[in-house]
């Protein structure tokens, strides 16, 4: 109550002077109208209470001026919301004629937000989103000024609309983790950030409203497997595989509000579910930081923690298959000397999702096989390149005159070959136990028909080192170029057809088995970073022209050098000659960067299938996979001792739900 006022806000208007009577300038003072109404609840005081309600219409002078001025107040809503609560809480010390001015105004505003036509920025993501903008205030108006006879038509229609939302927004987040874990977006920097808070200022509010715990049915307690996604996720030293709409500037996993979302987890489900709560006590725990007023404000003082110490994690088998999410994750352990890697295929959601079907990253000591290109400084880079199927680790089928794929950032230009939805593949296989993960995605549906006929990826692990990676491409024309991606942070090393990269103290190897006539060739360096359909969009030019058109706030973006983890360099694979039908074939081995060379591996083959046999550690590893026909193949792994496996690759996909521990 006693902080500093702010003196800014989200996006710059033309404020207008302060009230006759009051000096107090115009701004956007929500949150902090909500933490000094805290307080007043507490102790209350005749100065705070009007340093409340200057503050209070300061804000709303601000929030008419923005739309007055075709300008939205803010993308997000928590400052709206927190001067609902404080009308809420200072209901009793307030006149009628103040109730019914302020009550008004706020309700006059969200109707003004919800269908004045031409507001730059307005945020109404919806439920499929992460639900923060101004469509977020609906609920919360209705619950405080329903029945109180200042325009009880429209706080009925709020409470509805915002009820109706909530629900379609739990039953879609629930639909989204499934029985294995995650939610709104598989973006961690969306999901482990602000999408939760919809969740818990929702829970918070009905509970109070009503005097119904409504946290315990389905959808609303989809939640409780959130931490079981997150773990899979962490790679060591806090990081994570920079999915979807992420930086790339360092990768580090986004833990800032861990800390708050597991507490939050631990309050609602501590005593009803304990082990996931203790799961949640454990991602708090690795997480770090506290549950800080500054940054959670009156809520902080709400959650009850009834968990004690978290107990030891149960072992994790060495893959998990998110179906939902569209993501398989795949580790040889949980040190930092381990092998990670994820695997993108299936899913139902789009937000913040790239054109990425079968995209892989491998993490060995450093980012070995990249997600490239980067959001920062909202560029074109992010809509022609980083969205792009170019950017990933995926095959491209250039079609001449096929048109742009559009992303949300802006004018995409061209189109080099990639796919054209971000939804549609499907995980066909999957099975994982202690000496191999096998999976199979089907991305035949990400492409357009016009140009692709068959896309299918099949990647096998065999921990702790080895990927073997086969793609059967069919196109519709022999003329349409394919392209074989492996993005590195660094410059790749091509001797004939084996490749060597390295990133922080890792290091890859990369050999092309198939096609038998293959071309590999280096992309990148300096001024060549991001080529895109002939185009480097590079990331210090912008940002881009819609987002200047707009007036949108965005930092000026400025490296020496790009960043390893934007990604600098590609490896393109192509077949020498035109064909319809073509088998991509490959060995991938990491290590650290003690390792001289990658081990010598044969392959034979037949009309229908390609026979791929390597050497590792006293191990032999014999992996036949069929180039034609039904999608299969099968394993053989011999030690000294025996023969450890000898059996087909599944034509299923292995079922994984709750925690899924290896015991």
């Known amino acids: 109550a006693n902080g500093p006022m702010p003196t800014g806000d989200w996006i710059p208007i033309d404020n207008p002077p302060p009230r006759p009577g009051s000096e107090l300038a115009i701004h956007d003072y929500g949150r902090l109208v909500a933490a000094c109404a805290f307080v007043y609840r507490v102790e209350p005081s005749p100065e705070l209470l009007a340093k409340i309600k200057d503050m209070l219409l300061a804000s709303l002078d601000f929030y008419e001026a923005c739309y007055e001025q075709s300008r939205e107040a803010n993308w997000y809503s928590q400052s709206r919301i927190g001067c609902f609560a404080a009308l809420d809480w200072l209901w009793d010390d307030l006149s009628v004629e103040e109730r019914q001015h302020i009550g008004k105004r706020l309700l006059d505003h969200l109707h003004v937000g919800y269908t004045k036509p031409g507001i730059t920025y307005r945020n109404m993501g919806g439920y499929r989103s992460g639900y923060y903008g101004v469509d977020n205030c609906a609920w919360f108006a209705g619950v405080t000024l329903l029945n109180e006879g200042i325009d009880d038509a429209l706080a009925l229609e709020f409470l509805k609309m915002g009820y109706d939302t909530y629900g379609k927004l739990f039953t879609h987040r629930a639909s989204a983790a499934g029985d294995d874990g995650g939610g709104g977006s598989p973006t961690l920097a969306y999901l482990l950030a602000t999408y939760p808070n919809a969740e818990w200022a929702f829970f918070h509010s009905y509970g109070a409203a009503t005097g119904e715990d409504i946290t315990q049915k389905a959808p609303y307690n989809y939640s409780t497997l959130l931490p079981n996604y997150i773990l899979w996720n962490w790679l060591p030293g806090g990081l994570e595989f920079g999915y979807g709409d992420t930086a790339h500037l360092d990768n580090k996993l986004p833990k ?105 990253t491998i993490y060995h000591r450093g980012f070995l096989a990249l997600d490239t290109g980067t959001r920062q400084g909202n560029t074109d880079n992010l809509q022609n390149y980083y969205a792009q199927t170019v950017a990933h680790n995926c095959i491209q089928i250039k079609m001449p005159g096929e048109p742009p794929i559009p992303y949300w950032n802006g004018t995409v230009f061209g189109n080099d070959g990639g796919q054209y939805k971000a939804l549609g593949s499907k995980v066909i296989a999957f099975e994982t136990g202690p000496e191999f993960t096998y999976v199979a995605g089907d991305a035949t549906a990400a492409y357009r028909p016009e140009k692709c006929s068959q896309m299918v990826r099949q990647m096998v692990f065999v921990p702790p080192y080895h990927f073997v990676v086969l793609d059967r491409v069919v196109s519709t024309d022999a003329t349409y170029t394919k392209r074989w991606l492996l993005h590195t942070a660094r410059e790749p090393r091509i001797e004939g057809l084996t490749v060597a990269a390295d990133q922080g103290e890792g290091r890859l190897f990369c050999r092309t088995l198939l096609p038998a006539d293959a071309i590999v060739e280096p992309v990148g360096g300096p001024g060549k970073e991001f080529l895109a359909d002939g185009v480097n969009y590079a990331i210090d030019a912008g940002p881009s022209q819609a987002r200047i058109d707009n007036k949108y706030p965005v930092g000026k973006v400025a490296y020496e050098q790009v960043p390893e983890l934007m990604g600098r360099w590609r490896v393109e694979v192509s077949p020498a000659a035109a064909r319809t039908d073509d088998v991509f074939l490959h060995l991938i081995q990491v290590g650290d960067q003690t390792l001289e060379r990658m081990d010598d591996a044969t392959i034979t083959q037949t009309t229908d299938t390609a026979t791929l046999t390597f050497t590792h550690g006293g191990k032999t590893v014999t992996i036949i996979l069929n180039t034609t026909g039904d999608i299969g193949g099968s394993i053989r792994i011999e030690t000294a001792g025996g023969v450890t496996v000898d059996r087909p690759l599944t034509q299923d996909v292995m079922h994984q739900e709750g925690l899924a521990t290896a015991n």
């Open 256 to 360: 800032s509000g861990l800390y708050g979302h597991m507490s939050q987890l631990i309050h609602f489900f501590g005593n009803t579910q304990p082990e996931l709560a203790a799961q949640a006590a454990a991602v708090r725990e690795r997480a770090g930081g506290s549950l800080s007023a500054a940054t959670w404000g009156f809520m902080a003082l709400l959650l009850d923690d009834t968990t004690g110490p978290p107990p030891a994690m149960p072992p994790m088998p060495p893959a998990r298959h998110f179906e939902n999410m569209g993501q398989v994750f795949m580790r040889s352990g949980d040190g930092p000397d381990d092998t990670y890697a994820l695997f993108a295929c299936g899913g139902t959601l789009a937000q913040h999702r790239h054109f990425d079907a079968t995209h892989f």
